[in-house]
């Protein structure tokens, strides 16, 4: 076996034999020439990714994997690292894009090294990022191929967004609606910087900028941004210069006078360099506290954006309120250098649960005034419940109708409990509090009395139809000794058809979510971007299962679900209606017994392994006689979770109400 032979995890093997992790244990344990660990450890062992593939093919287990697939395995398992593999792999689409000659080497088992480092040259200068060693010719011709077949963008796109998603937490990444939204906040530049660039989302996000500047205080972050650029770039039209380095430390563009600035740097970060930059010149507006990291952010990008250059930010709420800070606030008051301070609904980017802020910024123009007015912006009121994806446009239309117009015109119409221009000099107190919602008027509640009477007259009659389902006493009996099957048995013998979510892409239909099966929602999700994939799609009768621990779920697809993709981490349990009564597999599913013997636990989490599910067997009969009672009980709980809703809004907007004005403490 070479020494850098590419490797595959229990997980990855499973995912090209199209089969569950416990599959391959079984392999391992009942097969002698099952291949031998090369690597990884005794409880997460690692195997020659080329053994693994010859094994699968004797076999006749090899399913049928997209190419897409196949190139990841080899990036994931490749010797030096999935970050070394990305750089070689992008280096290579590159080449293949630029040079399609160069397929004919690849195809013959030669590495084309050379003509990949030189290929760099053009799009990111002498500062290129190295390859790394070893380069692996078939991950090469792979890649190479799912270029050809994707387009190259495309699928270096698949493979980083992959390797993402492989470590969340690893990186803080910028969703791409809010890059588009900051950039278009922006507008169009020559040349357009990201000090703190990640991945490059913000830089990609740009409107068609001439000079792209990037520096991250990563090298493997910088490698693939440049990477990633340079794949969407041309050279004869785009200049793009990425480094690494800590920008405020090692700043490597002293020099740069940018159009626009766009950056989501690092949050509440104590070592920034506080006690080495004391006299550093970007201070313009004040020497940032130790605790005020964010602050200094904000000054170097100023520093680094021309005359009437903006700036975009991603900024935590507590930058517009800390004490520590006001000093700063109040200086770029003053000077005219903060005009917008955007409050974004929680769920908009990482940490999902704080509802971060946008600040937008201009250095000042010499000979020009400070700008009287700042514009303050909350849209709060555009928030879902966790786990629903946010209406983007919506916020993107609030946001932006209410910056061109300020922009324009030095002010905008007050909506209240939305957006409102505020004289700077009503901001210049002992606090220098900037939070949007301390100084917008209170948004005037929908409807009134008259709206929260008819919230009333609907939880009523909801709570009568809560009560006319409500189940009648159980009739006690001693447990019962049904002959069983599995789910997996079942989809083995035909009776019904088992399928996984999520691999979809846009653009589509409307996805139904984890969240929409455990809320009982509407389709509430969209595919990702990306070419087209056909999704799985939904149907009258399907039954629906959650495989993360979030507790027993089922959900029977109705009338007005059908149609939607199948998400995420959910199973699709398709019954032949001659042999399974739909509502009678779903309400044994949910079976806290059943639920518990069929999952498996990390140290994080419960995931559910459906086909371990299982079912009594019964006559037809006998399951449509359980399957009326299941969907009454379903029926009873979807009345209970309204009832529950009505009840929230009916309480909220009396308190709204009675704290505004609109109505009366009199019943």
Known sequence: MPENAAEVTAAGIARLAGVGRAAVSNWRRRHADFPRPIGGTDTSPAFALTEVERWLRDQGKLAEVPLRERVWQRVEGHPAGAVTALRQAGAVLLLVRDRPDALRELEAGRAPVRAMEDVLAPHLGARRPALGRPVEPGMLRAAAELGQEMGARQAYEFLLGRYLDANPRQFTLTPPELAELMAAIAGPARTVFDPACGTGALLRAAEAPEVVVGQDADPDLAALAALRLALYAHPATTELRVRAGDSLRDDAFPDLAADAVLCHPPFNERNWG???????????????????????????????????????????????????????????????????????????????????HLWVLRRPEDGGGPTPRLLLVDTAELAVPGGEKLPWQALRSTVLDAWRSFDRHGTTEERPGVSRALKVIDLLDDDVDLAPARHLPPPVTPGGAAELADVRDRLAATLRRTSDLAPAPAVAGPPARWPATTVGELARAGALLLRAGGPGTGPGPAVLTEHDVLAGAAPSGTLPDGPAEEPVIV?????????????????????????????????????????????????????????????????????LDVRRLQLPRLALADQRRYGDRFRTLAAFEEALRLAGQLGDRLVQGLYDGLTDGTVRPEA
């Not at 042999?579 to 949910?590: H, I, N, Q, T, Y």
């Open 274 to 356: 506080h006690d080495e930059l004391a006299y550093d010149p970007r201070w313009e507006y004040g020497f940032p506290a130790r605790t005020e990291s964010e602050l200094a952010w904000v000054q170097h990008a100023l520093a680094r954006v021309r005359d009437g250059g903006a700036v975009v930010l991603l900024m935590p709420p507590a930058a517009a309120s800390r004490r520590s800070g006001r000093r700063i606030r109040a200086d770029l008051l003053r000077r005219g250098a903060l005009r917008a301070v955007i409050a974004l609904p929680a769920g908009a980017a990482p940490p999902y649960g704080i509802p971060l």
């Open 539 to 607: 149907e009258t009768g399907d039954v629906v299962v959650p495989v993360l621990g979030r507790g027993s779920a089922a959900r029977v697809v109705d009338e007005a679900t059908a149609g939607a993709a199948l998400g995420r981490n959910l199973y699709l349990l398709r019954p032949d209606p001659a042999a399974l009564d739909p509502w009678f597999l779903a309400g044994f599913l949910r079976g806290t017994a059943n639920n518990r013997q069929a999952s498996s636990y990390a140290s994080t989490s419960t995931r």
